[in-house]
């Protein structure tokens, strides 16, 4: 009876779901997530039953329902982002490529057999806490519950911040570089991990059951929900999509809530949105991260020379030596200036030919000067464009896409509005980075072309991509590694986040790619 019960449900749910395909995308997945909830409900409640008329141990019955819980979320949520994909696709958060959608239904397969092959040690886990904590097959009720699952979370939080600032140490980072080699997050991600980062998320998560429940007796149920929303949430930050509420939650930064944009922030900049469900600990603990070594002198003093004098009125003999200075140090920091746009286009039509390196349609970049990109959140009338805008967020070259004759350029940033906090920009000596190549990574760096597309560009920005742009800006594919055409200097053209790394046969070679970003975006360059 319980069994054809859970069918009946099973099928119900079904029909809602495709009664629900007239509606909108976030009704899909609402509908979708409410039925998820259903079956796991339906499904414990059948465990607790068959379990007490069998006279299972409640170790068992509370390990079964654990498991079973953190397993069908995990599976649920993942494959609703998969079926829903197309339908959601206006919150991705970096535009999906049919190379990086491959890879992530690569990913599913194993970690689904994982999951699996691991059922016995989830068992061992869950038992292990039963024995530990003060829990019970007894009613909620509602306040301590609530109470209880609230301290958990906080404990979650504070204990997965500090493990994942120990794991960006730089004696601990190597047990972490893999989570990180996900660079674009996406469904199925969450657990690409080292055996020792996920050890000590497991600690994390379900130390917090014991903590609390040691302090505040607490019925089963509450932690098998708490079990359930910190599965939920790992899904979540890791999907690429950055779905309501998230996206609401973005538009107040006051609330301090990881949005999966945050979290994939993170994964392209490391040093910030550290994180888990909130950042309330990001600041105590960049104390931790600030005990990292100091960058190798030999590389890190040839950038950020400061060059002294005004830009006004310099004369072409300190053109020059300005110039050579940008070609020695790669990027050199001019203080204290001030300057009309006027001027400053003045200035830099004595470098050379002008040009604006902005890919499709983009008319906002030029609503103060026809030929100065203008980057900010903020419209020149002081209106905000959103959370939703996305100004060059991603490590990239400047001209990426351009011809190999056209794309060795001086870009000139003028600092008009800085913000109290936040805004840094990066900077890469990919000089330096090529020549400490290892052998072995510039055997294989050696025969790859960087494939760059000004379309992809414009799609990442949401911008249009017409003919002409198209025309002007064609697909480019460049060796990877190759000499300066001025001063015969070897370096690396990283392109960008969104190019393609290819071997002879124009096969994308995603390990060397992986690996080439990790040598690039070391602290040392």
Not at 187 to 193: A, D, F, I, L
Not at 378 to 403: I, L, N, T
Not at 495 to 516: H, K, M, R, W, Y
Request: aromatic share 10%; charged share 15%; glycine share 6%.
């Amino acid at each position: 009876l319980l069994w054809l019960s859970f069918c009946c449900e099973v099928n119900l749910v079904i029909a809602m779901i495709i009664h629900a395909a007239a509606m909108s995308p976030m009704g899909h997945w609402v509908v979708g997530t409410l039925g998820l909830l259903c079956v796991i409900c339906i499904m414990l409640g059948m465990i607790e039953t068959g379990c007490e008329s069998l006279q299972v141990p409640q170790c068992l019955t509370f390990a079964l329902c654990g498991m079973c819980a953190s397993n069908m979320i995990w599976f649920g949520t993942n494959a609703g982002f998969e079926v829903l994909g197309t339908k959601i696709a206006r919150w991705r958060i970096v535009p999906d490529s049919k190379h990086q959608h491959a890879r992530t239904q690569e990913s599913a397969v194993p970690q689904i057999m994982a999951k699996l092959a691991g059922s016995w040690l989830d068992i061992c886990i869950f038992m292990g806490v039963w024995f530990t904590s003060n829990l019970s097959f007894c009613e909620v009720n509602p306040l301590p519950s609530v109470a209880s699952f609230l301290l958990m979370v906080g404990c979650l939080d504070f204990g997965l911040s500090l493990w994942h600032c120990i794991l960006h140490l730089p004696c601990m980072y190597k047990y972490h570089k893999i989570h990180h080699s996900v660079r674009i997050t996406g469904p199925w991600m969450n657990e690409v991990e080292h055996p020792v980062e996920a050890m000590g998320n497991t600690v994390v998560k379900y130390f917090a059951v014991v903590l609390v429940s040691n302090c505040l007796p607490m019925s089963t149920k509450v932690a098998v929900a708490y079990f359930m929303f910190s599965t939920w949430y790992g899904v979540m930050v890791h999907s690429g999509y950055n779905l309501p509420p998230f996206d609401w939650i973005g538009r107040m930064p006051a609330l301090r809530i990881i949005t999966p944009k945050h979290h994939q922030d993170h994964h392209l900049n490391g040093t910030k949105n550290l994180g888990a469900i909130t950042s309330l600990w990001d600041r105590l603990f960049q104390k931790v991260l600030s005990t990292a070594p100091e960058a190798d002198p030999r590389h890190s003093s040839r950038m950020g020379k400061t060059w002294k004098g005004s830009l006004r009125d310099i004369s072409d003999e300190q053109l020059t030596d300005l110039v050579q200075a940008v070609r020695a140090h790669g990027m050199i920091v001019i203080p204290n200036q001030s300057w009309s746009l006027e001027e400053q286009e003045t200035f830099t039509q004595r470098l050379g030919e002008l040009t604006a390196t902005v890919v499709g349609q983009a008319p906002e970049y030029f609503e103060v000067h026809p030929r100065i990109v203008r980057l900010s959140n903020f419209r020149a009338d002081g209106q905000w464009k959103g959370p939703s805008y996305q100004g060059a967020e991603v490590w990239h070259q400047d001209g990426d896409y351009m011809k190999m004759s056209q794309r060795h350029i001086l870009t000139v940033l003028s600092a008009d509005k800085i913000p109290r906090s936040g805004g840094g920009t990066g900077f890469v000596d990919l000089v330096a980075a090529a020549a400490a190549l290892p052998p072995s990574l510039r055997r294989k760096a050696a025969s790859l072309n960087c494939f760059s597309s000004a379309r992809r560009n414009a799609e990442y920005m949401k911008r249009d991509f017409t003919a002409e742009d198209a025309e002007r800006y064609p697909d480019q594919r460049m060796p990877v590694l190759h000499l300066h055409p001025r001063d015969g200097r070897e370096l690396l053209l990283m392109g960008s986040e969104l190019s393609i790394f290819e071997d002879q046969q124009n096969q994308p070679d995603v390990e060397t790619t992986q690996a080439l970003f990790q040598h690039v975006l070391s602290a040392q360059w």
